[in-house]
């Protein structure tokens, strides 16, 4: 079946550090992938969006990039923001017949100081 | 363009009760999907509705259900409530026709069962 592994939370950061949350998944055919963000209280907002192999999907900083070969979608972020604090999930839409609902990650939560 | 709108936000019930939740999706979408997101198990998917009908359900007890009406809102009904359904359920549309079939979510209603 399908499945999403997600790097495990906590992340700590310092205002301006680097992020990387790590997303691996499994899947047959091709799957497009997601990265969702939940702000605390609400629901999910899309962050961003890959549909096939080497797409990068970007928005508001954060890059991610559809790695067919090692079957990853990790999130980057250059310089992190308190605003960015927030849960993040990755998720996996097979697109194959009868299953098109979405497989997420556990989360992770990261927590972005200033 | 509104988004995905749900009702109520929050909900308080009691163990055996019954619930509907609702939700309107965004304009032009005809699917809607709904998930549950329980404390400590994540994003679980539910049900996928499309064109009125049930196209997809999860693995979750018979005594959850739903319709899909004319318009493309949609109902999630829960019978004879247990302490474990507390959770956020949070409902998605899209649109098979465009978009990569991205799901946009609303911003979910939050049920207690005491």
């Known amino acids: 079946g399908n499945s999403v592994t997600q790097m495990e939370g906590p992340v700590t950061l310092s205002e301006e550090a680097f992020l990387t949350i790590n997303c691996t998944y499994t899947a047959t055919g091709y799957p497009s992938l997601f990265w969702y963000v939940q702000y605390p209280g609400e629901g999910l907002q899309l962050l961003l969006k890959?549909?096939?192999?080497?797409d990068k999907g970007s928005n508001k900083g954060f890059e991610a990039t559809y790695r067919k070969e090692t079957t990853s979608f990790h999130l980057e972020k250059g310089s992190v923001q308190v605003s960015d604090s927030a849960v993040y999930f990755c998720?996996?839409?097979?697109?194959?017949?009868?299953?098109?609902?979405?497989?997420f990650g556990s989360g992770t939560q990261l927590t972005v100081l200033p | 363009e509104a988004g995905v709108t749900q009702s109520p936000t929050h909900l308080i019930k009691t163990r055996g009760q019954q619930v509907t939740l609702r939700c309107s999706p965004i304009?032009?979408?005809?699917?809607v999907y709904w998930y549950q997101q329980a404390l400590g198990l994540g994003l679980q998917f539910l049900l996928w509705?499309?064109?009125?009908?049930?196209?997809n359900r999860g693995n979750f007890p018979p005594r959850f259900s739903g319709r899909q009406f004319p318009n493309y809102s949609s109902e999630l009904n829960v019978n004879a409530l247990e302490l474990e359904d507390s959770a956020l359920y949070l409902c998605a549309s899209s649109s098979l026709a465009g978009d990569l079939e991205t799901q946009y979510f609303g911003p979910g209603t939050r049920l207690l069962v005491l």
């Open positions: 998720a996996l839409n097979p697109l194959s017949g009868s299953a098109r609902q979405l497989t």
């Open positions: 890959a549909t096939k192999a080497d």
């Open positions: 304009s032009g979408h005809t699917s």
């Open positions: 509705y499309d064109e009125g009908e049930e196209r």
